[in-house]
């Protein structure tokens, strides 16, 4: 991620962090963080089932510690965002993909 970017000298300043981001958005995992994300706004805010899209979130985990990292992302963010109760959240399953 940014921290391993950094430490590797591929991010020194302003140019190069927007070089890198440019990249993850375009090409790399944050193109699949924004289209579940925008997927998932899309559904909660219709009534659809956010399920479908957590299931799919688990799968494109393309690593062993990629797919550890998004469940524990994804519960942690479940917690914090239960003191605000929401319906979305109760339709969304208990172990949920970070981006969903």
């Not at 289209?35 to 688990?58: C, I, M, Q």
């Not at 917690?79 to 981006?99: D, I, Q, T």
């Amino acid at each position: 991620g940014l921290e391993r970017a950094g430490h590797d000298g591929l991010i020194a300043d302003r140019e190069t962090l927007a070089e890198w981001l440019e990249t993850l958005v375009e090409m790399g995992s944050g193109w699949n963080d924004a289209v579940l994300f925008a997927e998932s706004w899309r559904r909660a805010r219709e009534g659809g089932d956010p399920a479908e899209v957590a299931a799919l979130a688990e799968a494109l985990a393309g690593s062993r510690e990629r797919h550890a990292e998004a469940m524990l992302q994804g519960a942690a963010f479940l917690k914090a965002a239960g003191a605000w109760p929401n319906s979305v959240l109760e339709r969304l399953p208990a172990e949920c993909a970070y981006c969903v």
